[in-house]
Each structure stands twice: as structure tokens, then as C-alpha cells.
């Protein structure tokens, strides 16, 4: 492999793409959107200490959310699109191996990713300015938007060369994508709810006049879902991944400053067993609920599960069209243009 190969490939890939107003408008847009998601974000957060914090993290999880509707569009033709106007096979004969084309095209196509972050830097900046923000919260997340746009391209890169016709290669990548993003959200409401188990409770109970009877207890049990038996499928979404690899920052109240903590607190709250409770209106005791900062302490990180079960998918599927791309090719799919 060589990168001045490399580098050439990912240039005139991503020359391509400029030439196309489309992709102008399109930076335009996200832009715009940007703008009124920022003043939002500044009017949500305007109440609290850690504005800046806030603002932020709404701000990449934007970006994020703009990675994953646009990039498998971008993406999901890369090789069977050149396959398909017949320009495939004249680089196929130069000295560009085939490393080199595969890896020129995950370059263009997650630079292609990296433009949607550039447009959204004045708009990190201008979150800063609320106050609040950690740096080692921006580094991490920032760290991994960057490696979710990776993953994500190479889904795009790795589908258009396992799949020949771009349309589909296009509309499987959305699939993929979607199964991360919506499909985990689906099974794990779906299949908490499938699963309930009998959950008991005690109360005091009340006489005919109304008079709690401190002698005697109440019980009944309810049927409530288990989430706890399913909250591991959130592990492999993207918006998972990225909060809860994100460290927590919490008010002085121990409830979490910005999205990330949010999401965060919701899938670990999740990990937790439905309990017995009760209630005693005798008792002078105040039974005082965990805060969010305890129920996340007490709890198991999953974003490495989730991350590398990412990356397995895009690296399997990379590697085989790694190894259909190469020449000479010993079997093609039906109705696969050489030149």
C-alpha cells in the first residue's frame, strides 16, 4: 500500500463530491440547523449552572444524528457506484492496489464525515461560552464522534463492495445504521416489555373512617417489566456509546449537567432490578432514593461492549469487500460491469 496512493484516490473521490452544489446546500442547511438547535439549547439550559456543558453536548449529539442520516448516502455507493460508471476497473490497472483504493475510499468518505464536525465547530465554541464545560468531557466526546464517524463510513464503504447495485448497497447501509440507532431502542422497549415478573409491595391499610391501622400490613404484587434482562442491546447505539464513554458531571445536587449524563443515568437506570417496596405511613423514617450520581456509580459501563460490537460489524464487512474489490477477481455477482 502506499500513501501517495491513498491520498490520490481520497482526493479524487472527494473532488467529485465538491463538484456538486448539492453537497454546498446540504453544509448549508446542517448549518442553519445547527444555529436553532444552539438557541434552544441555550434557552433549555438557561436555568442551570453548567449551560456551556449543556449546550454542548446537544450540539454533538446533533452532529452525530447528521453523521448518521447523511453518511450512508454518502458512503453506501462508494465502490459499486465506480463499479457501475465502468471508472472502477481503469483504477484497478494502475498501480493502486487493492488496499489502496479501499482505504482511499474510507478516507474520503469519513472526511466527508469530519466536514460536518468542521461546520460545527463555531457552534462548540459558542457553547463554551455559557460556562460549565470540563475539558476532559470535551476531549472524550469529541474523541468519540470522531471514532463513530469512522465506524460509520466504513459500513458505507464495506456494504458498496459486497453489494453491487449502488441503490441497494445504499439502502442496506440506512438499515444497518438504523438497526444500531432505532432497531436497539425497538428491542430493548419490545422485549422489557415481553418479560414482567410479579413485584411485591407492602402498604399500611385504612380503616372505614379513613384511620391508617399501624398494626397490620397490606400486600399485593404488581406485574412490572424487567428492562434489566434487555437494557444490553443499548450497548451498540451510537448515542449510547458516545454518552456513556463520556465521564458524568453532576450538579451539587448529584443529577447530570448535560445529555450525555442523561442518557447515561436512563440505560443505567435500566440495569437496575424492579425491588420490593413499602410504604409506612406509621413510620417517621424518610426513605431517601439513590440520586443519579449513586445509581450511576453503582452501575456497569457497557460503551466498550458496544463500541467494539460496532466494529466488528464494520471491520467484517470492510474485510469482505476488501476481498471482493481485489484483482483479478476470481467470481463476481450476476450482472457485474468489469469495464
Partial sequence: MSISNI???ARLELTQRLRSVGWYVLLGIFGVLLLGVTVLAFAVYSWADFVGAGVFSIVVNMVLLLVVLVSP?????AINGDRDAATLAAVQVTAASTGDIMLGKLAAAVATGFAFLIVAIPFLAISLLGGGANAVVLLVSLLVLVVEIIVVA???VGLSGLIARPLFSVATT???VAGLTIGT???FALGGLAVRTDVEQQSRPYDANGIVDCDSWETYTQEVPRFDYVWWVLAANPFV????????????DGYPVD????????VRTAQQPPVEQSWDECSNEVF???TPEKIIASTVPSWFVGLGVQILIAGGLFAGAWSRTRTPAKRLPPGTRIA
Fill in 7 to 9: 491520498r490520490i484516490i
Fill in 73 to 77: 448516502t454518502l458512503s453506501g455507493n
Fill in 154 to 156: 466504513a459500513i458505507g
Fill in 174 to 176: 440506512y438499515l444497518v
Fill in 185 to 187: 431502542l425497538v428491542v
Fill in 241 to 252: 456509546v458516545l454518552a456513556d464513554a463520556t465521564p458524568t458531571e453532576f450538579n451539587a
Fill in 259 to 266: 445529555m450525555f449524563g442523561q442518557i447515561k443515568l436512563g
Fill in 288 to 290: 431517601e432514593y439513590p
